[in-house]
């Protein structure tokens, strides 16, 4: 039983391991990890603004508390000057830290003033938030 326990474990953790296809950086691994977490709340908030999905209250604002958590690691998760081949952040973000830095921390302000209150509320807020994200990406994520 435990043995089983221990194969499926080891199992699950390999395959998150792949999910980045190929990504051997843990540190690397860790941001991307951390900006798909953005990705998927900014995503389940966005169905709920287009009325694609129900409007939930008690949903948005727990989408929004974990993207705040997430936002606040943005410049932990950068600060080490980690590279994989499969990374698409730019070497920039090291010579130019105070900027990249910015970034994240209008991040964090667009989330904090955050109104979940309506479902157009939420489309409002959300562009504000996505204007971070995208301002960001402009600068410092590699274009493909
Ligand atoms: C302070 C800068 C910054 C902000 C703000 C930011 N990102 Fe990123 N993001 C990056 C960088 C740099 C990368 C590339 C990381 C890498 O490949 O090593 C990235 C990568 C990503 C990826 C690809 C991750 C992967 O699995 O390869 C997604 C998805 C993403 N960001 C979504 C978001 C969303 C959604 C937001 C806003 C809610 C956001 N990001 C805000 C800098 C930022």
New binding site residues.
């Given amino acids: 039983m435990l043995r089983t326990i221990i194969i499926t474990v080891s199992l699950v953790a390999a395959t998150a391991l792949w999910?980045?296809s190929g990504?051997k950086d843990p540190q690397?691994k860790a941001?991307?990890?951390?900006?798909?977490v953005?990705?998927?709340?900014?995503?389940i908030l966005g169905q709920m603004a287009k009325g694609a999905t129900e409007f939930d209250a008690a949903k948005v604002q727990s989408a929004l508390a974990v993207?705040a958590d997430?936002?606040d690691q943005?410049?932990a998760l950068?600060e080490p000057k980690?590279?994989?081949p499969?990374?698409?952040?730019?070497p920039t973000?090291w010579t130019e830290w105070d900027k990249?830095?910015?970034?994240?921390d209008?991040?964090v302000a667009?989330?904090a003033v955050a109104d979940g209150s309506s479902a157009a509320a939420l489309g409002q807020t959300l562009r504000g938030?996505?204007g971070?994200?995208?301002?960001?990406?402009k600068?410092?994520?590699?274009k493909n």
């Fill in positions: 999910a980045h990504v690397v941001r991307m990890d951390g900006m798909d953005l990705a998927e709340q900014t995503k993207m997430e936002a943005v410049q950068f980690a590279d994989d499969k990374s698409e952040a730019l973000i990249f830095a910015m970034h994240a209008d991040l667009a989330i938030i996505g971070a994200c995208g301002a960001c990406h600068d410092y994520r590699q």
